[in-house]
């Protein structure tokens, strides 16, 4: 497994931007492909956006396809999430994951074993 570290998460107004960052030790980083979920209060784990191992691949949920950019540096073993336009609706605890095992990015958290402790984003209206 991995160890993954989430940072950057806040308070923001509606429209403001965030980056997260995901710091990850343990294992040779290059090989990982990335996701980003988040959880609403009483909600399921939901897909955010994912990249391949090389970058060269990546996917977003509908919600926050041409706000949400999602990126890694492989020499500084971090993967993230810049987040533009923020709404009310975002607000959510942010995890992101470690999947050592598929070429292509997964959009199902089943498929990622190693995990973040999550970091809150709440955009107030």
């Known amino acids: 497994q991995v160890r993954l570290v989430e940072s950057g998460g806040g308070f923001v107004q509606a429209g403001d931007s965030l980056r997260l960052s995901c710091a990850a030790a343990?294992?040779?980083?290059?090989?990982?492909?990335m996701g980003w979920f988040r959880q609403h209060p009483g909600k399921e784990r939901e897909f955010v956006a994912a990249i391949s191992w090389s970058g060269d691949t990546t996917y977003y949920a509908e919600s926050v396809k041409g706000r949400f950019t999602i990126s890694r540096d492989n020499t500084k073993n971090t993967v993230y999430l810049q987040m533009n336009s923020l709404k009310p609706e975002d607000t959510a605890v942010y995890y992101c994951?470690?999947?050592?095992?598929?070429?292509?990015?997964?959009?199902?958290?089943?498929?990622?074993?190693?995990w973040g402790q999550g970091i809150q984003v709440t955009v107030s209206s």
């Open positions: 343990g294992r040779t980083f290059g090989g990982l492909a």
């Open positions: 994951a470690a999947d050592a095992f598929r070429v292509r990015p997964s959009r199902s958290a089943v498929d990622y074993d190693s």
